[in-house]
Nanobody, 127 residues
Framework: QVQLVESGGGLVQAGDSLRLSCAASGRTFTNYAMGWFRQAPGKEREFVTSINRNGDVTTYADSVKGRFTISRDNAKNTVYVQMNSLKADDSAVYYC????????????????????WGQGTQVTVSS
């Protein structure tokens, strides 16, 4: 089992920044690619960003490219997403997820590829 705990959400104004954190415990963190997803009310969960096991490969949804940056600190078993220039459309519950993989360079954008999920943290951006 891998336990994931997100933090850092909150209420901000459009144009502001937030950094979300996801602390992992339970298994070897470096065996997992990590991802962030989000879900707004009435909408399906959507991919935001993913990072590979080593932290040197990343991918982003087009909607956040250039504004969000994912990173990980394997010594702290933590993954982050720095969110800049926030928009009202970014308002959602943000979920951290872990995907076990044998491949060091893989990133994943399909939620079905993830094995563990956090409880989520609310991000609200007022316009």
């Amino acid at each position: 089992q891998v336990q994931l705990v997100e933090s850092g959400g909150g209420l901000v104004q459009a144009g502001d920044s937030l950094r979300l954190s996801c602390a992992a415990s339970g298994r070897t963190f470096t065996n997992y690619a990590m991802g962030w997803f989000r879900q707004a009310p009435g909408k399906e969960r959507e991919f935001v960003t993913s990072i590979n096991r080593n932290g040197d490969v990343t991918t982003y949804a087009d909607s956040v490219k250039g504004r969000f940056t994912i990173s990980r600190d394997n010594a702290k078993n933590t993954v982050y997403v720095q969110m800049n220039s926030l928009k009202a459309d970014d308002s959602a519950v943000y979920y951290c997820a872990a995907a076990f993989t044998y491949y060091k360079d893989r990133v994943y954008d399909n939620p079905d590829q993830y094995h563990y999920w956090g409880q989520g943290t609310q991000v609200t951006v007022s316009s």
